[in-house]
């Protein structure tokens, strides 16, 4: 392998972080899941309650991106490298088919996710460098509270917005996955602490997100 630079790691971890913010990422092979699902009539009021709710779901892609890229800087992961990084292009899509709906329902991404962005990294990078077991127990925690999240926002969503449901469907299904990869590649129980504190921070993400 060829030896890399830190301005090389840089350089890649900007064009990563760019990318992910400006919505050209690096995807996989699958459609979007709307591809068997025709567009329905919304009112005014629903639309917005969509957009809000699929904003929200775009910020976490970014931040489930920033967390995989924080990751993949400092971790070992010597066995699962491969498959992490399979689980980061499936959050691209992810981060896609919620971008590309939030442009049908004439709405826009939030403003805050170079923040998010910023956070997540961070953690990502702190979590693989305490060790891979850790940091893949992150994983799988997040993925435990997106899941959640995608059931109530399943909920809250128009009834007929099926657009919307056939993607928060697809998510929660490479969520399940994730999570399920990381814990057989020997990810960790986190410390309720650390789970109350990523619930608070969510928090704020969503409740912010969820109006800009
Ligand atoms: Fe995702
Ligand atoms: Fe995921």
């Known amino acids: 392998m060829r030896h890399t630079s830190p301005l090389d790691q840089f350089i890649?971890?900007?064009?990563?972080?760019?990318?992910?913010?400006?919505?050209?990422?690096?995807?996989?092979e699958r459609n979007n899941p709307t591809i068997h699902t025709d567009d329905t009539d919304l009112t005014d009021e629903e639309r917005k309650l969509s957009a809000s709710l699929m904003r929200i779901n775009h910020s976490g892609e970014v931040s489930a991106q920033a967390l995989y890229q924080g990751q993949a800087l400092t971790a070992r992961l010597a066995n699962v490298r491969t498959s992490m990084e399979r689980a980061a292009m499936e959050e691209n899509?992810?981060?896609?088919?919620?971008?590309?709906?939030?442009?049908?329902?004439?709405s826009q991404k939030s403003i805050l996710n170079p923040v998010w962005y910023g956070a997540s990294f961070a953690i990502g990078a702190l979590a693989g460098a305490i060790g891979d077991k850790w940091s893949l127990g992150f994983v799988a925690e997040t993925e435990h509270q997106v899941?959640?999240?995608?059931?109530?926002?399943?909920?809250?969503?128009?009834?007929?917005?099926?657009?919307?449901?056939?993607?928060?469907?697809?998510?929660?299904?490479?969520?399940?996955?994730?999570?399920?990869?990381?814990l057989e590649s020997g990810g960790a129980e986190l410390p309720w602490p650390v789970k109350k504190l990523m619930t608070a921070m969510s928090k704020v993400m969503t409740t912010t997100t969820y109006y800009i």
Not at 148 to 163: Q, S, Y
Not at 164 to 179: F, G, P, V
């Open 147 to 182: 899941i959640r999240h995608l059931d109530e926002h399943l909920n809250k969503l128009p009834t007929h917005d099926e657009r919307s449901k056939a993607i928060l469907r697809q998510m929660k299904e490479d969520e399940t996955h994730h999570a399920t990869i990381a």
């Open 12 to 28: 890649t971890q900007a064009d990563h972080a760019l990318r992910t913010i400006l919505g050209k990422p690096k995807i996989t």
């Open 93 to 106: 899509d992810h981060l896609v088919w919620t971008q590309q709906r939030l442009e049908e329902l004439n």
